[in-house]
């Protein structure tokens, strides 16, 4: 059987790849036509019907749509590495204060946490220079122009290895997103879809230490 599977351009290239192989060894003739997109796109198309599941943040905000959490995957603060608070090994919120962060476009779940953690320590969102990807936010950072929070996968998969910046946590503030599969109340699939979320569940344990 092919689904069509709608993921968030912020979370597929770094999770997929991770569970998929797992997911495939289960169900043998599951097939999966991948496409990527903002979450607001995401959850419209479903509700249409043009996708028969999507992953991305739950729970989701439209009636008609069920669903089961997958992953808490945390969103970690990245800096260059020559920056002054890179000296430091935890940062505390006041750090923060009248920092300069840059985030993806608008529409994206991972956009609005960053917005809420700008708000609360005094931050500054460069709304001018939104980067339309991970990469995108990665590349800016390297470059000077400012800090990014950076999901976890995404870290692990991409800044590990990367010198010229480091990773730092915020003292006593835990920022995360919660990653769930979603689909249709009404889909005829329903009860098969709750089964492979909970499949994806076991897989995606061996993915959890990483998007701590």
């Known amino acids: 059987a092919v689904y069509r599977l709608g993921v968030k351009t912020t979370l597929g290239p770094y999770l997929l790849p991770r569970i998929l192989p ?4 289960m169900h043998g003739d599951l097939k999966l036509y991948v496409r990527e997109d903002a979450p607001d796109l995401l959850e419209s198309n479903l509700e249409r019907g043009d996708l028969d599941l999507i992953l991305t943040g739950h729970p989701t905000n439209i009636a008609g749509l069920d669903g089961e959490p997958l992953l808490r995957e945390s969103i970690r603060l990245v800096l260059p590495a020559d920056h002054p608070l890179a000296r430091k090994d935890i940062l505390e919120g006041s750090d923060l204060a009248g920092t300069q962060i840059l985030t993806t476009g608008e529409g994206h779940h991972l956009t609005r946490l960053v917005d809420q953690v700008a708000a609360r320590f005094g931050a500054e969102i460069l709304r001018d220079y939104q980067g339309t990807s991970l990469d995108a936010l990665r590349l800016m950072v390297v470059m000077g122009m400012g800090l990014a929070f ?8 991409e800044i590990r290895a990367d010198s010229s910046l480091v990773v730092r946590d915020i003292e006593g503030y835990s920022i995360a997103r919660i990653v769930g599969l979603s689909w249709r109340k009404s889909a005829p699939g329903r009860v098969f879809y709750r089964k492979l979320a909970q499949d994806l569940r076991r897989v995606e344990g061996g993915v959890e230490r990483l998007s701590r």
């Open 22 to 25: 797992g997911i495939h060894a």
């Open 150 to 157: 950076l999901p976890a996968l995404y870290i692990h998969s």
